[in-house]
C-alpha cells in the first residue's frame, strides 16, 4: 500500500471516529481494550511528555489533592485500531488523542509534533474545537486513566523515557504517527 493511500485510509477512519456520538457507545465484540494496553497507552503518554521536557510545564496543575497524577480518559473501545485518550498535553492544553499499537506491546501516539495539532487533524485535536457535550459524554463514559507526572524526575525516569521514545521513533511512518 502507499503511502498517500495509508494517507487517506488513516484519515477517513478518524474522521469517521469524529462524527459526534460514534466514540460514545458500545464496544463490538473482541474490540474492548485491555488493563495491559491501558498501561501501555499510560506508558507512551508519560514517556513523550518525559522526554520531551514537558513536564516542566506541568507545574501548575501538580500538587494539590491529586499530587503528581493527572486525569485522563481513554475509549474503551478499539477503533479501527486505534486506541484515543483525552489528556492534558502541555502546554497545549486537553486534546482527544489517538494511539496505534505498536506491534511490540506498547502504544505509538498520533501527531508527534504539537505544532499540527489543530481542528483539521482528526487524529490530534484540542478539545476546544471539539462540542463540548460530546466531551463532557467521552469524560463520562470513558475509563478513567492516572498518569503520573513528576515535577523533578530522576534521571532514571528521564532516561528510560528517552530510550522508549527512540523505539517508537523507529517505528512511525515518516509524516504519520
Excluded at 456520538?21 to 518525559?50: F, H, K, M, W
Aim: aromatic share 8%; glycine share 10%.
Amino acid at each position: 500500500m502507499t503511502r498517500p493511500v495509508i494517507a487517506a485510509t488513516v484519515l477517513l477512519a478518524v474522521g469517521f471516529c469524529l462524527r459526534p456520538g460514534v466514540l460514545v457507545g458500545q464496544c463490538t465484540p473482541g474490540q474492548s481494550v485491555s488493563p495491559d494496553q491501558i498501561n501501555g497507552l499510560r506508558l507512551a503518554i508519560e514517556d513523550e511528555i518525559y522526554a520531551s521536557g514537558r513536564y516542566r510545564a506541568y507545574g501548575d496543575l501538580l500538587g494539590g489533592v491529586h499530587g503528581d497524577t493527572l486525569r485522563a480518559y481513554v475509549d474503551p473501545c478499539i477503533r479501527d485500531n486505534l486506541i484515543w485518550v483525552v489528556y492534558k498535553y502541555m502546554p497545549t492544553g486537553e486534546i482527544l488523542r489517538a494511539a496505534r499499537s505498536s506491534g511490540e506491546g506498547g502504544w505509538i501516539l498520533f501527531v508527534s509534533d504539537s505544532t499540527n495539532f489543530g481542528p483539521t487533524n482528526g487524529a490530534a485535536i484540542p478539545t476546544v474545537y471539539l462540542q463540548d457535550d460530546e466531551v463532557i459524554r467521552m469524560k463520562t463514559a470513558w475509563r478513567r486513566l492516572s498518569v503520573v507526572i513528576h515535577e523533578r524526575p530522576d534521571q532514571a525516569i528521564l532516561n528510560g523515557a528517552r530510550t522508549r521514545e527512540v523505539v517508537r521513533d523507529s517505528l512511525r511512518m515518516p509524516d504519520r504517527p
